[in-house]
């Protein structure tokens, strides 16, 4: 990393990690190379494909557009922060695996991000509702039917 | 277990975050790679001034061309001729640029920011020159008698379509870590994908490396679609880079680095004449054409054109044939292969001169269709044409029976009558069908080594790669099914060159042909073994040993048997055997798909209202599987024929290069996909009679879609050009 860093503190997933950053360093770039949560993915760096959102205090939010230093003091929460303690599945990996929602995996872990992020505020949707909600990220394996079959399946559990 | 849809194998760790895709692969003392590209699309390089870059603070080395001259070009690793040979591009570019995205200079760094900042300190200065495009070759081929053909003929139709330029475009963009290992001296590649040997091989020679001493081992992929695994420059500049530091180098691909940089595929003009009689059997195919190969030919050589010319005839008979290929020079980016490669194409100006002699002679299409279909008692058909320099002999197939599944599933009659109805009462709605023939099972071989461990797990080690589709899952499946065993009790390893010594590669729908069938005979080899072990052991004869149910027993004795793992663990080199399967041919599955879609008259928007494929692949080894890869691949041709295009200005500048420019379809634009999946036509060229599944859900959108379209705007013909954008839906609603 370069000298011109600062000291920041960021909560990911229920845990402290100090580091030194730079004020240009995305969030992205962050979780994955000082954090070493390599599951936030890159797929644009442009804020349209979706694969690196997260979740900061609880709303999905594309981490290559935002700062590190803009997430000082807030909740970031990452893929790796689904599973339980155990590395059991949340319901909506279960789900995902089971409805063949992936297949090269690359956009997996900002849709389960999104999905999460949707079914926290809109635990409801409605089906018209939540595809377009997930149509904000990009798939270019499943054609997408597999996936919004997979968080239907969670909506439907609760 | 074959035939079954089990969860894969593969999505546990891709689930929690845990995937090793190239990005995430990283070394303490690794350092950071940037490419320098050239911002103008044709001109002669008059400096590349590094000066301020090589003093840089955090800069490692920054290089040119010059620096690199005595690296070879890229070389064709499929279709070759000697009149592309000139064509083949530099890893940099000394004298000249020809087009917009091509490497010049590289920047490496102590980290990625700094690389790029670094980057920008290169200092380029390129005179711009004037370009036109310059013919290549021209590839001829064709059987029958044409201008007999055509001299006899009641209806003689000719059409100019085109398939705008569009590609794989990957979630992932490509990447590479290269990493000298200080302990073994080998050059270990990470990154690698879909033909790992090839590329390991490739870069050895251009580096003037010991063959054995360049190893990949490929981590997850994010997709391939045909464009991913190629040997790029990117992948040599980043293995000459380590080789010379000797210390790891990374480079990860930016999304609009790929956007200019990675293969772009299909841009192909069509002039295609028809001649039919009065029956509507068309009696001969005369098909011109230009495709537009961008600025270099790469790896794929004439691979696109070739596909093309040789699949055109699809399902249909076609008595006389004449194509002609020219391959076009121009400043674009290089083109390559992108799923169905040619035959996206080549079905649509087929299926599109199909519904034009219908028109023309005032005939049901699905009829017209029905008249030209090749019989099933015709089986195996020699289509007198090659691809790929293999000769077209379709395997089997009844395409007659496909067509009318799909006939059936969709209540054609009904559906027909609701949609006039809905028309008359002013909806833009119509119905389009498109069938093809596919090609899969590229050979000539693929080798398996299959060990039995102690406790009676199963590796199976491949000569295949993986980009995502579900490889380990279809393997340990079929090895399962043939031990007698769990499928998750089966390791699956691919694209690790130190395991195998060769191995083709996941590309052409071959994977489950070709390594599903050598697994299939390294399954009964491991039998045979451990036979010959098991006789040993209970000092019996070998004849009087039986397989049986994951064990060798005692024929007449059911008490008396020894498992698979309790004869590893007591053989002194335990229970293993190796196959290869090998073919001349390849197999050709097929299909046919239907879309309804409705036309909004304001904005020219096409909303695809059902989307069904009927496809038969001899043999479904996970039908989940199959039904994933062709919706994808259908949301891929969707994307296609109505969204996405690569556009540039005349002086060659790219207008896309980022997501807001390059429209690929979402959820809220992609439907549901009703697979028809079936298994007619089993395979007579392999053991297990499977045929590839990749490709057949992209290869005809263009071609029912177009034909939907038209009859939604109640224009027939009216569709001459893909993608069918709104911009362009709603001039053809205003000319109408």
Same mark, same amino acid.
């Given at each position: ?158 | ?330 400043? +674009? ?105 596919? +090609? ?119 008490? +008396? ?36 879609? +409705? ?138």
């Amino acid at each position: 990393m370069t000298s011109d860093g600062r000291p920041l503190t960021l909560t990911v997933n229920k845990q402290q990690h100090h580091v030194h950053v730079e004020p240009r360093r995305t969030l992205a770039d962050t979780l994955r190379d000082d954090c070493g949560l390599t599951g936030t993915h890159l797929g644009c760096e442009q804020g349209v494909c979706g694969a690196c959102t997260v979740l900061v205090d609880g709303d999905p939010v594309r981490s290559c557009l935002m700062f590190a230093v803009q997430a000082e003091d807030t909740e970031i929460e990452t893929v790796e922060g689904l599973a339980g303690d155990d590395l059991e599945l949340h319901p909506l990996q279960e789900a995902f695996s089971a409805h063949h929602a992936l297949q090269c995996g690359f956009c997996t872990p900002g849709f389960l991000m999104l999905a999460a992020g949707i079914l926290n505020h809109q635990p409801d949707i409605a089906d018209d509702e939540l595809r377009i909600a997930l149509s904000s990220n990009l798939c270019r394996c499943t054609g997408y039917q597999t996936i919004i079959e997979a968080v239907r399946s969670v909506r439907d559990q609760t | 277990m074959i035939g079954q849809s089990v969860q894969r194998l593969e999505d546990k760790p891709l689930l929690l975050g845990q995937g090793a895709f190239v990005a995430d692969v990283s070394f303490p003392d690794e350092v950071h790679l940037r490419v320098v590209r050239s911002e103008v699309a044709q001109g002669l390089i008059l400096d590349v001034d590094v000066s301020a870059a090589r003093e840089a603070h955090g800069v490692v080395g920054v290089w040119t061309g010059e620096d690199l001259a005595a690296v070879p070009l890229i070389d064709f690793r499929q279709i070759g001729y000697d009149e592309l040979l000139m064509h083949r591009q530099p890893v940099l570019a000394r004298r000249s640029v020809r087009y917009v995205g091509e490497p010049l200079a590289i920047v490496v760094a102590a980290d990625p920011y700094l690389a790029e900042d670094i980057a920008e300190l290169v200092s380029v200065d390129i005179e711009p020159t004037e370009s036109e495009p310059v013919e290549a070759m021209v590839l001829e081929s064709g059987y029958g008698s044409i201008d007999e053909a055509f001299a006899a003929a009641d209806c003689v139709v000719e059409l100019n379509l085109e398939i705008g330029r569009h590609s794989g475009v990957p979630m992932e963009t490509r990447g590479l870590l290269a990493r000298p290992n200080p302990e073994s001296k080998l050059l270990e590649l990470y990154g690698v994908s879909k033909v790992p040997h090839y590329n390991c091989a490739a870069i050895a020679s251009m580096l003037n490396l010991d063959p054995e001493s360049v190893v990949g081992l490929e981590g997850h992929v994010g997709g391939g679609f045909g464009i991913r695994g190629e040997l790029y420059p990117e992948d040599v500049l980043v293995a000459w880079a380590a080789c010379l530091l000797q210390r790891p180098v990374k480079w990860i691909e930016d999304r609009r680095e790929h956007f200019v940089a990675a293969n772009h595929s299909r841009d192909q003009r069509h002039r295609v004449r028809a001649a039919a009689d009065g029956s509507g059997m068309i009696m001969a195919i005369d098909d011109e054409f230009w495709c537009d190969q961008g600025a270099y030919v790469r790896t794929h050589g004439a691979t696109v054109p070739s596909l093309t010319a040789a699949m055109l005839p699809g399902p249909y008979v076609i008595p006389s044939y004449r194509s002609c290929a020219h391959i076009l020079m121009t400043n +674009k980016t290089p083109a390559g292969t992108y799923r169905a490669p040619g035959r996206f194409e080549a079905t649509f100006v087929c299926e599109r001169v199909v519904e034009a002699v219908a028109r023309e002679l005032d005939l049901d299409p699905v009829t017209v269709r029905r008249r030209n279909l090749i019989p099933s008692s015709a089986m195996p058909f020699d289509r007198k044409l090659s691809a790929l320099g293999i000769p077209i002999v379709l395997d089997s197939g009844d395409y007659e029976q496909l067509l009318q599944r799909l006939v059936d599933h969709i209540s054609l009659d009904d559906l027909t009558i609701d949609l006039e109805r809905r028309r008359a009462s002013g909806e833009l709605v119509g119905l389009g069908l498109g069938l093809f023939v596919e +090609k899969s099972g590229l050979g000539p071989y693929e080798d398996v080594r299959m060990t039995v461990q102690h406790d009676g797990s199963v590796e199976v080690v491949t000569g295949v790669a993986s980009v995502g589709q579900g490889v380990e899952t279809a393997i340990a499946q079929i090895c399962a099914s043939y031990l007698d065993m769990d499928y998750r009790d089966v390791t699956v390893v691919h694209g690790q060159t130190d395991r195998i010594s060769r191995g083709m590669g996941a590309f052409a729908s071959r994977v489950t042909v070709m390594a599903g069938s050598a697994t299939y005979l390294a399954t009964a080899a491991i039998k045979e073994e451990a036979r010959r072990l098991a006789a040993e052991m209970l000092e019996a004869n070998m004849e009087d040993l039986e397989y049986r149910n994951g064990s060798i027993g005692v024929r007449g004795n059911p008490d +008396k048997d020894i498992s698979l793992g309790d004869i590893s663990a007591a053989a002194e080199s335990g229970l293993s055997a190796e196959a290869s399967f090998t073919t001349e041919h390849m197999t050709y599955p097929y299909g046919g798909h239907a879309a309804v879609v +409705k036309v909004d008259p304001e904005t020219g928007e096409v909303t695809i209202e059902r989307y069904v494929v009927a496809y038969d692949v001899g043999r479904a080894v996970n039908p989940m599987l199959i039904e994933g890869q062709i919706q994808g691949g259908a949301a891929q041709g969707v994307g296609g024929a109505l969204l996405e295009e690569f556009q540039y200005d005349e002086s060659g500048q790219p207008l896309v290069t980022s997501f807001m420019d390059y429209l690929m379809p979402t959820a809220a634009e992609t439907p549901l996909v009703e697979v028809l999946l079936s298994e007619d036509a089993p395979s007579p060229l392999n053991p297990l009679g499977v045929k590839g599944a990749g490709e057949g859900g992209t290869n005809a959108c263009g071609a029912a879609l177009a034909t939907a379209v038209e009859q939604a705007i109640g224009r027939p013909g009216a569709v001459t050009e893909l993608p069918m954008t709104p911009a362009r839906v709603r001039s053809m609603l205003n000319n109408s």
